[in-house]
């Protein structure tokens, strides 16, 4: 594993919540350039699969060699290069232990909406990076990441009869919501 402190920071409390709940089928928004996704590959049980959604070809492209060079089984892994939405609405409904977001994407309340959906309960979705880079818990940065990810985290508490959530602080944050 990775052992630089920004590895940890990044992969470290995704995997272990995949360890922690025994994932079989996982869900990444931002495959980037599949780092995130081998770490995931260490904390799923030997069976499972984690589905991971990019937008970007050249990301799909890149996190393709990674998962070769890492001899990772071609089952375990299902690499789409499209519209995350897109993707999540065709999902079926609890079907996913694990949806991990990375992505600084702008439609994050649609993306937990979805997320909700296709967890089965007592799954968990992981928000990474969920400070933007210290800009979250600034009120003065009102750029859409910052704005998405703070309405994100007050949507999540105000549901707090669907979600059961924690934020953990180290590094650039991850929240994590278990559905109730």
């Not at 519209?83 to 999902?91: C, D, I, Q, S, T």
């Not at 996913?96 to 967890?119: F, G, M, P, Q, T």
């Not at 880079?133 to 549901?159: F, I, T, Y």
């Amino acid at each position: 594993r990775d052992s630089s402190v920004t590895g940890v920071q990044t992969c470290a409390l995704p995997i272990y919540l995949a360890e922690l709940i025994s994932a079989q089928a996982i869900f990444e928004v931002g495959t980037g350039s599949g780092v995130g996704t081998l770490w995931l590959t260490k904390g799923m049980i030997s069976s499972g699969v984690i589905t991971t959604i990019d937008e970007e070809v050249q990301h799909t492209q890149i996190a393709k060699e990674a998962i070769l060079d890492a001899d990772i089984q071609p089952s375990n892994i299902r690499l789409i290069t499209n519209a995350p939405l897109e993707v999540m609405r065709k999902l079926a409904d609890r079907a996913y232990d694990l949806v991990v977001i990375r992505s600084n994407s702008e439609d994050i309340l649609d993306l937990i909406d979805e997320s909700h959906r296709i967890l089965r309960t007592g799954g968990v979705m992981a928000i990474d990076r969920y400070f933007g880079g210290g800009k979250v818990n600034d009120p003065a940065q009102r750029d859409e990441k910052s704005v998405a990810l703070r309405d994100a985290g007050k949507a999540l508490k105000m549901n707090s009869e669907i979600w059961s959530i924690s934020l953990n602080p180290i590094g650039d944050g991850v929240l994590a919501a278990t559905k109730l």
